[in-house]
């Protein structure tokens, strides 16, 4: 309870006190004058007068009588009170007790006004993340609303925890290997080497994937380059191509590109921003970042040389219309702002750079070790703003293959390893709160929560982990490495992309012959009420009254050693 709320309890507690209290005060006089006006008694030697001294006392305290006419408790008076049946002790305690139950009485009513107060329970619903965009007007009853998401927390932690809901297998291309997938929000976009790339809405009940056209109409079909990169946020999707092009879609206005890149060379890293429309490609020794002019015209926002081949690039989140990217080229580490063209150095002439994320103010990455006897891998953890290393966190003989910072809780990353173990990292003590043997062969990919861990690895394997219990709770096998993982509360993305991208037989074009060669995605939903009967998004709207099929119990669906 802050300031403002304690100081709102201690006058309302108050008010209510000064009157409860009221009525009592107009009693007092009342009852010292009928106490005056009563018939004296002269009690015989060794007798005593009946009644209780302490309320007499506080009656004629109440009656305003002077100290000197108040009457005195002498040895024998006190004798004879603790002489009393305990009867008469009783009666001479009610009026303290009464006292106590008015005080509790007037407290819980306090806390029970407290406790309807509809702000408090708007503010508890904000505090955890349940309806963050709606306003206080909303809703009549927000403690009902609150109750209501817990309730649904809970259910969906139960699902999670016995995997229980809907899981759907997406449509694969005929002929065709999977390249790349990404997603966002339910949102997926995957890449294909007969340079097809298809769109699905996981979020719906009616599974629509269709195909984003290319300009080059007069291409055949299957003669496109392969897809080498794709990436997607709310209202934009971008895919990369073996020939150096770019094409950029709009989702919110068709499915043909609103723009299109060429470079000289392949293409080896892409980025989308994941807040604004903002994409950053790296060519040979070139940065590229794009994005629209107020007019709506793609422009290039900025461009870097590099002095060796980009392997990872990422765009920094939450920088306004200033765009900054962080580029990892070898034992180099740039920090790429589009406003003046900066290029700045925050790494280098060290180990490799074997992994990398950022967050809106920090960046962390994964480097190579020197060999046992020297020194381990690690990954190191910089502030983007000061530009300084932070945090040497790890010191392991294998190399760091994945980490995890911008989804992860606050003050906790998560990363994985060529040893086959997933590490959860404290930032605040630059410690190792837990590492888990999850796969046996390298870990690919990995996210984390408030209390699972979802983790993919190269042999196939997707597990799912309470890492508050350190308990697998259940796992889900495919021939493939797994390469993207994204899960929400309700959702969870997977995607299983061979290494290699040559069709052994185009002839056999059977689901099994797909799921075993050519590459697999699976959407799992554990809310299927939370599901919409129509996207969002224009583009994945369909024409018809189909629905895909869903398979309530994933633990049929897919025993431990389906292929």
Same mark, same amino acid.
């Given at each position: 309870?802050?300031?403002?709320?304690?100081?709102?309890?201690?006058? @309302?507690?108050?008010?209510?006190?000064?009157?409860?209290?009221?009525?009592?005060?107009?009693?007092?006089?009342?009852?010292?004058? @009928?106490?005056?006006?009563?018939?004296?008694?002269? &009690?015989?030697?060794?007798?005593?007068? =009946?009644?209780?001294?302490?309320?007499?006392?506080?009656?004629?305290?109440?009656?305003?009588? &002077?100290?000197?006419?108040?009457?005195? #408790?002498?040895?024998?008076?006190?004798?004879?009170?603790?002489?009393?049946?305990?009867?008469?002790?009783?009666?001479?305690?009610?009026?303290? $007790?009464?006292?106590?139950?008015?005080?509790?009485?007037?407290?819980?009513?306090?806390?029970?006004?407290?406790?309807?107060?509809?702000?408090?329970?708007? @503010? !508890?619903?904000?505090?955890?993340?349940?309806? *963050?965009?709606?306003?206080?007007?909303?809703?009549?009853?927000?403690?009902?609303?609150?109750?209501?998401?817990?309730?649904?927390?809970?259910?969906?932690?139960?699902?999670?925890?016995?995997?229980?809901?809907?899981?759907?297998?997406?449509?694969?291309?005929?002929?065709?290997? /999977?390249?790349?997938?990404?997603?966002?929000?339910?949102?997926?976009?995957?890449?294909?080497?007969?340079?097809?790339?298809?769109?699905?809405?996981?979020?719906?009940?009616?599974?629509?994937?269709?195909?984003?056209?290319?300009?080059?109409?007069?291409?055949?079909?299957?003669? $496109? +380059?392969?897809?080498?990169?794709?990436?997607?946020?709310?209202?934009?999707?971008?895919?990369?191509?073996?020939?150096?092009?770019?094409?950029?879609?709009?989702?919110?206005?068709?499915?043909?590109?609103?723009?299109?890149?060429?470079?000289?060379? #392949?293409?080896?890293?892409?980025? /989308?921003?994941?807040?604004?429309?903002?994409?950053?490609?790296?060519?040979?020794?070139?940065?590229?970042?794009?994005? *629209?002019?107020?007019?709506?015209?793609?422009?290039?926002? %900025?461009?870097?040389?590099?002095?060796?081949?980009?392997?990872?690039?990422?765009?920094?989140?939450?920088?306004?219309?200033? +765009?900054?990217?962080?580029?990892?080229?070898?034992?180099?580490?740039?920090?790429?702002?589009?406003?003046?063209?900066?290029?700045?150095?925050?790494?280098?002439?060290?180990? *490799?750079?074997?992994?990398?994320?950022?967050?809106?103010?920090?960046?962390?990455?994964?480097?190579?070790? /020197?060999?046992?006897?020297?020194?381990?891998?690690?990954?190191?953890?910089?502030?983007?703003?000061?530009?300084?290393?932070?945090?040497?966190?790890?010191?392991? !003989?294998?190399?760091?293959?994945?980490?995890?910072?911008?989804?992860? *809780?606050?003050?906790?990353?998560?990363?994985?390893?060529?040893?086959?173990?997933?590490?959860?990292?404290?930032?605040?003590?630059?410690?190792? %709160?837990?590492?888990?043997?999850?796969?046996?062969?390298?870990? =690919?990919?990995?996210?984390?929560?408030?209390?699972?861990?979802?983790?993919?690895?190269?042999?196939?394997?997707?597990?799912?982990?309470?890492? #508050?219990?350190?308990?697998?709770?259940?796992?889900?096998?495919?021939?493939?490495?797994?390469?993207?993982?994204?899960?929400?509360?309700?959702?969870?993305?997977?995607?299983?992309?061979?290494?290699?991208?040559?069709? @052994?037989?185009?002839?056999?074009?059977?689901?099994?012959?797909?799921?075993?060669?050519?590459?697999?995605?699976?959407?799992?939903?554990?809310?299927?009420? $939370?599901?919409?009967?129509?996207?969002?998004?224009?583009?994945?709207?369909?024409?018809?009254?189909?629905?895909?099929?869903?398979?309530?119990?994933?633990?049929?669906?897919?025993?431990?050693?389906?292929?």
């Amino acid at each position: 309870m802050d300031d403002c709320s304690l100081d709102e309890f201690r006058r @309302r507690w108050q008010e209510e006190l000064a009157q409860a209290q009221a009525p009592r005060k107009r009693r007092r006089p009342e009852a010292a004058e @009928r106490w005056a006006r009563r018939p004296e008694v002269v &009690p015989e030697r060794g007798e005593q007068a =009946s009644g209780d001294p302490a309320l007499a006392q506080c009656l004629l305290e109440g009656a305003g009588r &002077p100290p000197a006419a108040r009457a005195t #408790r002498t040895e024998g008076q006190d004798v004879a009170s603790r002489s009393r049946s305990p009867l008469a002790r009783e009666g001479a305690g009610g009026g303290e $007790q009464l006292v106590d139950q008015l005080f509790r009485d007037l407290v819980s009513k306090t806390w029970k006004v407290i406790a309807e107060d509809e702000v408090l329970w708007y @503010r !508890l619903c904000q505090q955890e993340g349940h309806l *963050p965009d709606s306003s206080i007007s909303d809703y009549s009853c927000w403690k009902l609303i609150f109750q209501e998401c817990r309730a649904k927390e809970h259910m969906l932690r139960t699902n999670w925890k016995n995997r229980k809901g809907a899981v759907s297998e997406l449509e694969h291309i005929p002929d065709a290997v /999977l390249c790349d997938v990404h997603s966002h929000d339910g949102v997926v976009i995957a890449g294909y080497t007969s340079g097809d790339v298809r769109v699905w809405d996981t979020r719906t009940w009616d599974y629509v994937a269709p195909f984003l056209e290319s300009e080059d109409e007069e291409d055949e079909p299957g003669m $496109q +380059p392969n897809v080498s990169f794709v990436r997607i946020n709310s209202s934009l999707a971008v895919a990369a191509y073996e020939d150096g092009f770019l094409n950029i879609w709009d989702l919110r206005t068709g499915k043909y590109p609103v723009h299109r890149f060429e470079h000289d060379a #392949r293409i080896q890293a892409l980025a /989308l921003s994941q807040d604004d429309a903002t994409v950053a490609t790296a060519s040979a020794f070139d940065v590229v970042m794009l994005s *629209p002019s107020e007019e709506g015209y793609w422009q290039i926002a %900025a461009e870097f040389e590099v002095p060796k081949l980009v392997q990872y690039l990422e765009i920094v989140p939450e920088t306004g219309r200033c +765009p900054v990217a962080v580029a990892a080229a070898g034992d180099l580490m740039y920090l790429l702002k589009a406003e003046d063209s900066a290029r700045t150095l925050l790494y280098a002439h060290g180990p *490799p750079v074997t992994c990398l994320d950022v967050s809106a103010n920090q960046v962390a990455f994964g480097v190579q070790g /020197l060999g046992w006897v020297y020194e381990g891998s690690k990954i190191l953890v910089y502030s983007l703003e000061a530009g300084r290393r932070l945090l040497k966190l790890g010191n392991v !003989l294998r190399d760091f293959t994945c980490v995890n910072l911008s989804d992860s *809780p606050p003050n906790l990353m998560v990363s994985g390893n060529m040893d086959g173990r997933v590490r959860i990292h404290d930032l605040r003590s630059g410690n190792i %709160a837990l590492s888990l043997s999850a796969h046996q062969l390298g870990v =690919s990919a990995v996210q984390v929560d408030d209390w699972k861990i979802v983790s993919g690895g190269e042999e196939g394997l997707v597990s799912v982990w309470d890492y #508050r219990t350190n308990q697998k709770l259940w796992e889900v096998y495919s021939g493939h490495p797994v390469q993207h993982i994204s899960f929400s509360s309700h959702s969870l993305i997977t995607a299983n992309v061979p290494y290699q991208t040559v069709m @052994r037989n185009v002839d056999l074009d059977s689901f099994t012959t797909h799921r075993r060669h050519r590459g697999l995605i699976r959407a799992y939903e554990f809310a299927v009420d $939370q599901l919409a009967f129509q996207s969002p998004l224009p583009v994945c709207r369909s024409s018809c009254d189909a629905m895909a099929i869903h398979y309530y119990d994933l633990a049929l669906a897919f025993p431990y050693n389906h292929v």
